[in-house]
């Protein structure tokens, strides 16, 4: 047997027999609740302070600032002839370590756990 006596007679079990089975609605949460130094004969709330508001000013963009804008633009490829040859060779071996990596990828589950 799952339940014993003890677990049977306990406050929180009774609780939760009574909510599963619809006799009773769930205690509010306990942030809801009333804090122990809440009570209604305590001294006056503070009346509230009248605000002012204040207009705000319409915002500038970062350009009418005189600042750069925080994103960089993307940059302009260069043509095959402006690259040295070593700026070349590095973007060839980069774009064929992607598509190994890619193709390693996709081909390495078919044959797992297989065996062979």
Do not use: C, W
Request: aromatic share 4%; glycine share 6%; net charge positive.
């Amino acid at each position: 047997e799952l339940t014993t006596d003890e677990i049977r007679n306990s406050k929180a079990y009774k609780e939760y027999y009574a909510y599963a089975m619809g006799e009773a609605a769930p205690k509010s949460k306990a942030s809801a609740r009333k804090k122990k130094g809440d009570s209604d004969s305590s001294t006056t709330p503070p009346t509230p302070t009248p605000t002012t508001t204040v207009e705000s000013a319409p915002r500038l963009s970062a350009t009418a600032k005189g600042k750069q804008p925080s994103r960089a633009t993307t940059p302009v490829e260069l043509t095959d002839v402006q690259r040295t040859e070593a700026e070349q060779l590095k973007i060839v071996l980069k774009r064929s370590r992607q598509l190994m990596h890619i193709s390693q990828q996709s081909g390495s589950d078919t044959d797992e756990g297989t065996g062979f």
